[in-house]
């Protein structure tokens, strides 16, 4: 009564994603769960993902037309050095995992590598496609696309092969002739241990780790994320992690977009904590003891306990003359932001955003949310992404003040050779909005 009919699959999400749920959804003879949405969930999480990617890297190449080859990348960039890193650390591990049959490990690592590509390095590499030059850097991010999509689509080609070459076909077979007739018949991608960056790779993960934290700490603070803000402070799981943040003090800047970067003096700066002795757990395990330990646990330094907690560690107590170890899952840490913060944490990780707000940043707040209205404008104008235009802006007085503030950064963001104060022709498309207590009408006209 519960048999899902293979048939009713593929003709909805096809061979490509039902083979390749059955490949990540568990290693082969464990059980697993089946529906139509699970394997669904597959080109939503992943193919699209990745599909995606492919078409902003084939938009623009038909573009700028550039000199495409999946050889070596040389790259002073140093997110080219870290997806190149990436890349060849991801062939090595799905070339070993195919190599002692482990599905999961050949597969699941390819989502993993994907998902990177799309929300860490292209969005962060989007202004290189974008400007007008074709310099070396512009070069090298296309280099750098090229070879991670090329790359990837040998990768998925034995578990996503109708995907995998259609990829192949538009990337590699239509700029070299000389090519494989078919990635099924092309070489399986080598990797090149001096490459590999592993402080680097582990540099990078710990900053996305950091940039997630800070977006939940915005989250709650009910601050978006395009309203600047004025620090950002971390405290570390370990001091060897300090030269990364102050590596890539500007990404994370960028990324949470706040003025400042540094650590914190102390945990406690921005953050207390209570500790709160689970009964449930403690009573079963010790029984007539709880009460004792309760006691001793609430006596003790809530800071320091809770630290030991938060990085997984056990904690030694003693009552009624004996000694207990405490386990991480037998107490509840509770962190409470001292006031002007906005706090998440993960274990010993811990991100505090200062959350006062000055009148320069409102107004570069307004700046940014005025840019994403005429970005929408433009894109339902149906311009094409390089095409410039000439704005005209009816606004309130606040934001017109912020608009003038701030006009070199939104002619620069919407490609607009000029802004200008004045009701829009009739002929113009235009828009009227209202956000954050300001209303605006904006048009424009190709230039």
């Known amino acids: 009564g519960n048999i899902v009919n293979p048939w009713d699959v593929l003709k909805v999400n096809g061979a490509d994603a039902f083979r390749w749920y059955l490949y990540t959804a568990t290693p082969p003879g464990n059980e697993r769960r089946f529906s139509v949405d699970l394997v669904g969930e597959v080109i939503r999480n992943f193919t699209l993902t990745l599909w995606n990617v492919y078409s902003f890297f084939v938009t623009y190449a038909n573009l700028d037309k550039p000199q495409l080859t999946a050889a070596r990348v040389y790259s002073d960039n140093i997110l080219d050095r870290w997806l190149i890193s990436e890349l060849h650390t991801l062939v090595r591990d799905v070339t070993h995992a195919y190599e002692k049959y482990d599905v999961t490990g050949a597969t699941r690592p390819i989502e993993s590598f994907v998902e990177k590509l799309s929300t860490w390095y292209l969005r962060r590499s989007r202004r290189r496609f974008w400007k007008s030059e074709s310099d070396a850097d512009k070069q090298a991010a296309y280099g750098t696309l090229y070879t991670a999509l090329v790359t990837i689509s040998k990768l998925i080609a034995p578990a996503m092969p109708f995907l995998a070459d259609e990829l192949y076909q538009n990337l590699v077979r239509s700029v070299d002739q000389f090519a494989a007739e078919s990635v099924h018949l092309s070489e399986w991608p080598k990797y090149d241990e001096s490459l590999i960056d592993e402080p680097l790779n582990h540099d990078m993960a710990l900053v996305m780790k950091l940039v997630s934290l800070g977006h939940q700490a915005r989250q709650k603070a009910n601050r978006k994320v395009r309203q600047p803000l004025k620090e950002v402070a971390f405290s570390l799981g370990n001091a060897s992690e300090r030269k990364a943040v102050e590596t890539f003090a500007d990404v994370i800047e960028e990324e949470l977009n706040v003025k400042t970067v540094r650590l914190l003096d102390a945990a406690t700066e921005a953050v207390s904590h209570t500790v709160k002795p689970l009964p449930k757990q403690l009573g079963q395990k010790y029984g007539n003891k709880f009460p004792a330990i309760q006691k001793a646990i609430l006596r003790m330094n809530s800071e320091k306990v809770a630290r030991a907690f938060l990085t997984g560690g056990t904690v030694s107590v003693t009552a009624d003359g004996q ?23 993960e274990g010993a990780y811990v991100a505090a955003l200062v959350t006062e707000l000055t009148s320069e940043l409102v107004q570069e707040g307004l700046a940014r949310e005025f840019v994403r209205r005429v970005q929408d404008l433009r894109k339902s104008a149906g311009l094409d992404v390089a095409d410039r235009v000439n704005l005209f802006v009816v606004a309130s007085p606040n934001l017109k003040s912020a608009i003038e503030a701030h006009r070199e950064y939104i002619t620069n963001e919407t490609l607009s050779i000029s802004l200008d104060f004045n009701e829009p022709p009739a002929s113009a498309p235009s828009v009227e909005d209202d956000f954050d207590g300001e209303k605006v009408k904006v048009g424009l006209l190709k230039a």
């Open 323 to 345: 000694l207990f170890d405490i386990l991480p899952d037998e107490v509840e840490v509770k962190a409470q932001a001292k006031e002007g913060f906005a706090v998440a944490e």
